[in-house]
């Protein structure tokens, strides 16, 4: 009987695992590959919802916790934060031995994670790889998890060829698409009933999905901005408000506090989520009449609804974006120039011809298939791509 291979999946946030999710399940079910999941960072904190029980809920054995956040968002936490990470995934990997590593996006959580699967020689096979973010860290996190890694599934050809400009071989870079488009062809989403009692919120004649994240290579904006874009909410009428809050970076915080304290002033036309899953999430926004802060979501998933999204300021600047999102700039009149235009009539005729640039699903298949049969053999070296200019 020929060995399974074990690959070990790392999750940090509730966002990645939503993404993560029907991969992790066929691997699972794969008769030639066994699922070992590792859980850190924002899932194993209180702040935050202990969103690995909804990991539990779903039927996932977790074989492994590494806990590495420490109770604050300054860049210093941030930083021993990625020590502690390294050291508890060090341990991870010495107890759970995996064959291959599966890894998606950017985060530090992630970095940490890689770090050590690369002093303990485990390949690792990395999701997103290649795309910008150019006022974020996650960019340079995301581009050294790349040289870190051996097996490449990019969401689209340009960064695709963005992964072999950094060195990458061809062979082991694989464009496959963007791999949360297959929850909106798998998942059966909520109605609009259905929604509404799960979020306890009534929806109004016109919604919004709010969920905005700190830029972490500014320095202290987060304040700033999200006042901004909370003074042009107010200025609407007749629209309901549906919050996400911001993620364990550095500066979340007070994005956080700000979302509390708009929705005990609104409470009867804005609700605010630590965590709505990928269900809720997506049912929501076939709900709303746009998505609004800059959230890779809106540009990524978002399209594939055919609504509109109003990316704010710099965090997603670099990425490809579809002719539904607007982009504009951190500021009261800019915002609210934006958010004419999301609910012109214009606008809302034009996003029935939007094409979503990552993909149209079936991107687990694809990698399930290259997970079974890639040879492992010698995979961990690695020699560098010259690209010819």
């Not at 809106?298 to 300021?313: A, D, L, M, R």
């Amino acid at each position: 009987m020929t060995k399974k291979r074990k690959i070990c999946v790392i999750t940090g946030t509730r966002a990645e695992y939503g993404l993560l999710y029907w991969l992790m399940k066929e691997i699972n079910e794969s008769k030639e590959l066994e699922l070992q999941i590792v859980v850190t960072g924002m899932h194993l904190s209180p702040e935050f919802g202990l969103t690995y029980q909804q990991l539990e809920k779903d039927g996932f054995q977790i074989d492994f916790k590494v806990d590495m956040l420490l109770s604050s968002d300054s860049s210093v936490a941030t930083s021993k934060s990625m020590g502690l990470g390294i050291i508890g995934f060090a341990d991870a990997f010495a107890i759970l031995k995996p064959d291959l590593l599966v890894v998606l996006g950017d985060r530090f959580e992630i970095f940490s994670a890689v770090s050590a699967a690369m002093i303990a020689r485990i390949p690792v096979a990395h999701l997103h790889g290649g795309e910008t973010t150019e006022c974020m860290v996650d960019e340079s996190i995301r581009h050294s998890i790349t040289k870190m890694s051996h097996l490449h599934f990019t969401s689209t050809k340009t960064y695709h060829d963005r992964v072999l400009q950094l060195g990458e071989q061809p062979e082991r870079v694989f464009n496959v698409g963007a791999v949360g488009l297959d929850n909106i062809k798998r998942l059966s989403l909520l109605t609009r009933e259905q929604l509404e009692t799960s979020l306890d919120f009534k929806l109004g004649k016109r919604n919004l999905l709010v969920t905005f994240h700190p830029v972490t290579l500014e320095d202290s904006t987060s304040k700033k901005q999200f006042s901004e874009l909370l003074a042009a909410l107010d200025e609407l009428e007749q629209v309901n408000i549906i919050f996400t809050k911001a993620n364990a970076d550095t500066g979340g915080r007070i994005i956080n506090q700000m979302i509390d304290e708009y929705v005990s002033k609104h409470a009867d036309t804005s609700s605010a989520y630590s965590s709505l899953g990928q269900l809720r999430y997506l049912s929501a926004i076939q709900y709303v009449d746009g998505i609004v802060g800059n959230s890779s979501s809106g540009i990524i998933e978002v399209p594939s609804f055919k609504k509109g999204t109003i990316n704010i300021g710099d965090r997603q600047k670099g990425r490809i974006v579809s002719d539904s999102v607007i982009h504009c700039k951190p500021f009261l009149s800019d915002i609210r120039n934006a958010l004419q235009k999301l609910f012109s009539d214009e606008f809302t005729g034009l996003l029935n011809n939007v094409v979503n640039l990552y993909g149209d699903g079936d991107v687990t298949e694809k990698i399930i298939k290259i997970l079974r049969e890639y040879p492992l053999e010698n995979i961990i070296k690695k020699h560098f791509y010259d690209m010819k200019f």
